[in-house]
């Protein structure tokens, strides 16, 4: 952590402030006094909180009526809402493309059918904008909000809201006045996750805001990046700019909301109340089914139509429209199988090391008192808080051989910064797993003579194993399609199959990339599928 993560970011603040070895704001001074940047700037404060209100607004109720209410069909919703978390952003931003294309989009040519506009006629709807972005950015991270949201109503005392009904309080009266007050830290951390998400991400924009010239600022440090050393030294000062915003939330985040936590779980049974609907049952569910096929399920169903066509422009049943040759040219390329070949070895390295790691440090925490153990947490958390740019950027100015470590253009490279990005998601799970076993089942086994690795291997390893098994697959699913560092990363030998997806729909064919996103779809649900069958259900993503 030291050596990749703390000194490559410490290097670039350094070559920020004394780029000529002194003191000197002459870059920030040239980078934001150019009117494209402090756009850039602007926009991604605008579409970050934003996307943050909208999640936050979006993810609440859908939390409580999920969690908390007779809604029908609740675990398919849970299920169905959480898919996007599991989904690459770039994807859904090349589904509501197709949708809102302001010539060809789906919905834009129902809408202008719909009211008798001109056939010839754009609009009325334009992705290519900031508030397309918003609302790209909003479909695909509001699951942030809501996993942490239903985690926190899921452990909340069931006695104050029987206290509120018992003393006269309507159902929705409980919610404004005990529930959502009792739920104002985790909704904040959540509000604050999908701030930090929506700032440092790199492939929807790129998508939907490059084509209308709104620029953020991970797109101007891409940009930069390809402009040579020059570039990296500006590209440097944008993300300085990103650092200290995630800083900032981090601290907000575990120091300041952490601190505000009200202690609702006891030793008695915290199962939530369930709140009968009654005559809202039917529209309430009727309402949240609309909401998901709109968000989720035409979106998908997009993609894979359009991974069928041979004239994008034309519809699916057109005569001679339909085709299957998307799909047999993407999956018989030998350069798509390598780079599918990469990120799965990829990803199985990271989440391999990176599990190894965080049972390492779980255990390190909760069972021993070693001085500084906290230390590992807390740079593991501020390497999950720092944008996937600023992460990648640092490892490029620092991982050349200078400094005695030369991994640039390698493999081992994209797999550090995959750890650096992704390995709080496994540590939080497994961390939280062995805070529930009592030290009392370890010492009762070394009474009996088994050593610490007996006792570790038959006690304590098989009580957290759906930990384990989660843990990998939370660090895997996001480094095998993973684009803003690779984008900055990778060479001709360690292309992925998240970046050349993005090549494909840049530079390629459109219906080809969607048959290669909805492959990557694919491969993502059946592993969701596979963690739940190996978890006994006990986790799924």
């Given at each position: 952590?030291?050596?990749?993560?703390?000194?490559?970011?410490?290097?670039?603040?350094?070559?920020?402030?004394?780029?000529?070895s002194?003191?000197?704001?002459?870059?920030f001074t040239?980078?934001?006094t150019?009117?494209?940047?402090?756009?850039?700037?602007?926009?991604?404060?605008?579409?970050?909180?934003?996307?943050?209100?909208?999640?936050?607004?979006?993810?609440?109720p859908?939390?409580?009526?999920?969690?908390?209410?007779?809604?029908?069909?609740?675990?398919?919703?849970?299920?169905?809402?959480?898919?996007?978390?599991?989904?690459?952003?770039?994807?859904?931003?090349?589904?509501?493309?197709?949708?809102?294309?302001?010539?060809?989009?789906?919905?834009?040519?129902?809408?202008?059918?719909?009211?008798?506009?001109?056939?010839?006629?754009?609009?009325?709807?334009?992705?290519?904008?900031?508030?397309?972005?918003?609302?790209?950015l909003?479909?695909?991270?509001y699951?942030?909000?809501?996993?942490?949201?239903s985690?926190?109503?899921?452990?909340?005392?069931?006695?104050?809201?029987?206290?509120?009904?018992?003393?006269?309080?309507?159902?929705?009266?409980?919610?404004?006045?005990?529930?959502?007050?009792?739920?104002?830290?985790?909704?904040?951390?959540?509000?604050?996750?999908?701030?930090v998400?929506?700032m440092?991400?790199?492939?929807?924009?790129?998508?939907?805001?490059?084509?209308?010239?709104?620029?953020?600022?991970?797109?101007?440090?891409?940009e930069?990046?390809g402009?040579?050393?020059?570039?990296?030294?500006?590209?440097?000062?944008?993300?300085?700019?990103?650092?200290?915003?995630?800083?900032?939330?981090?601290?907000?985040?575990?120091f300041?909301?952490?601190?505000?936590?009200?202690?609702?779980?006891?030793?008695?049974?915290?199962?939530?109340?369930?709140?009968?609907?009654?005559?809202?049952?039917?529209?309430?569910?009727?309402?949240?089914?609309?909401?998901?096929?709109?968000?989720?399920?035409?979106?998908?169903?997009t993609?894979?139509?359009?991974?069928?066509?041979?004239?994008?422009?034309?519809?699916?049943?057109?005569?001679?429209?339909?085709?299957?040759t998307?799909?047999?040219?993407?999956?018989?390329?030998s350069?798509?199988?390598s780079?599918?070949?990469?990120?799965?070895?990829?990803?199985?390295?990271?989440?391999?090391?990176?599990?190894?790691?965080?049972?390492?440090?779980?255990?390190?925490?909760?069972?021993?008192?070693?001085?500084?153990?906290?230390?590992?947490d807390?740079?593991?958390?501020?390497?999950?808080?720092?944008?996937?740019?600023?992460?990648?950027l640092?490892?490029?100015m620092t991982?050349?051989?200078?400094?005695?470590v030369?991994?640039?253009?390698?493999?081992?490279?994209?797999?550090?910064?995959?750890?650096?990005?992704?390995?709080?998601?496994g540590?939080?799970?497994?961390?939280?797993?062995?805070?529930?076993?009592?030290?009392?089942l370890?010492?009762?086994?070394q009474?009996?003579?088994?050593?610490?690795?007996?006792?570790?291997l038959?006690?304590?390893?098989?009580?957290?194993?759906?930990?384990?098994?989660?843990?990998?697959?939370?660090?895997?699913?996001?480094?095998?399609?993973?684009?803003?560092?690779?984008?900055?990363?990778?060479?001709?030998?360690?292309?992925?199959?998240?970046?050349?997806?993005?090549?494909?729909?840049t530079?390629?064919?459109?219906?080809?990339?969607?048959?290669?996103?909805?492959?990557?779809?694919?491969?993502?649900?059946?592993?969701?599928?596979?963690?739940?069958?190996?978890?006994?259900?006990?986790?799924s993503?």
């Amino acid at each position: 952590l030291l050596v990749f993560q703390v000194f490559p970011l410490v290097y670039m603040l350094y070559k920020a402030f004394f780029p000529e070895s002194a003191f000197s704001l002459s870059t920030f001074t040239r980078l934001y006094t150019y009117e494209m940047n402090w756009g850039a700037l602007c926009n991604t404060l605008i579409a970050a909180a934003a996307t943050m209100v909208l999640g936050t607004l979006i993810a609440f109720p859908l939390a409580w009526l999920v969690g908390r209410t007779n809604l029908f069909g609740k675990k398919f919703f849970r299920s169905l809402f959480v898919l996007t978390y599991m989904v690459p952003p770039y994807v859904g931003a090349m589904a509501w493309l197709r949708l809102l294309n302001p010539n060809v989009g789906d919905i834009n040519v129902f809408l202008r059918t719909l009211f008798g506009m001109a056939a010839d006629a754009t609009g009325p709807i334009n992705i290519y904008s900031l508030g397309g972005l918003i609302w790209v950015l909003t479909t695909f991270y509001y699951p942030y909000a809501f996993i942490t949201i239903s985690r926190a109503m899921e452990k909340m005392d069931p006695s104050l809201e029987e206290a509120s009904r018992i003393s006269g309080a309507s159902p929705l009266l409980t919610v404004f006045r005990v529930t959502l007050p009792m739920m104002t830290p985790s909704l904040i951390a959540g509000a604050l996750l999908v701030f930090v998400a929506a700032m440092s991400c790199y492939g929807i924009p790129s998508i939907i805001g490059a084509p209308g010239k709104v620029h953020t600022v991970t797109t101007r440090i891409i940009e930069y990046n390809g402009l040579g050393a020059q570039g990296i030294s500006d590209a440097t000062g944008l993300a300085v700019f990103l650092m200290a915003l995630a800083i900032l939330i981090l601290y907000l985040s575990d120091f300041v909301v952490a601190r505000k936590q009200y202690i609702t779980v006891s030793g008695k049974s915290t199962r939530p109340n369930i709140v009968d609907l009654g005559k809202w049952r039917v529209p309430l569910t009727v309402l949240v089914s609309l909401f998901a096929t709109i968000v989720v399920l035409i979106p998908f169903a997009t993609i894979l139509t359009t991974s069928f066509k041979i004239d994008v422009g034309k519809s699916l049943f057109d005569p001679e429209n339909f085709t299957l040759t998307q799909w047999q040219t993407i999956f018989s390329r030998s350069e798509t199988m390598s780079c599918l070949k990469n990120s799965l070895i990829f990803g199985v390295v990271t989440a391999t090391v990176g599990i190894v790691v965080a049972c390492t440090m779980s255990y390190l925490l909760q069972r021993t008192k070693i001085r500084g153990r906290k230390l590992p947490d807390f740079l593991i958390t501020l390497g999950s808080g720092t944008p996937s740019v600023v992460i990648a950027l640092g490892l490029i100015m620092t991982m050349k051989g200078d400094f005695g470590v030369n991994i640039y253009n390698t493999a081992y490279i994209m797999i550090v910064a995959y750890l650096i990005k992704y390995l709080m998601m496994g540590m939080r799970t497994v961390v939280s797993a062995m805070s529930q076993i009592h030290v009392s089942l370890e010492e009762c086994s070394q009474i009996s003579g088994a050593s610490w690795t007996r006792t570790m291997l038959k006690i304590t390893g098989p009580l957290i194993f759906p930990s384990i098994a989660a843990g990998w697959f939370l660090i895997f699913i996001p480094s095998f399609y993973e684009l803003s560092m690779t984008t900055l990363l990778y060479s001709n030998s360690t292309k992925t199959i998240g970046f050349q997806l993005y090549e494909y729909w840049t530079f390629t064919s459109q219906p080809q990339s969607c048959a290669m996103a909805f492959g990557i779809l694919m491969i993502v649900v059946v592993l969701n599928f596979l963690l739940n069958k190996l978890t006994k259900g006990e986790f799924s993503i």
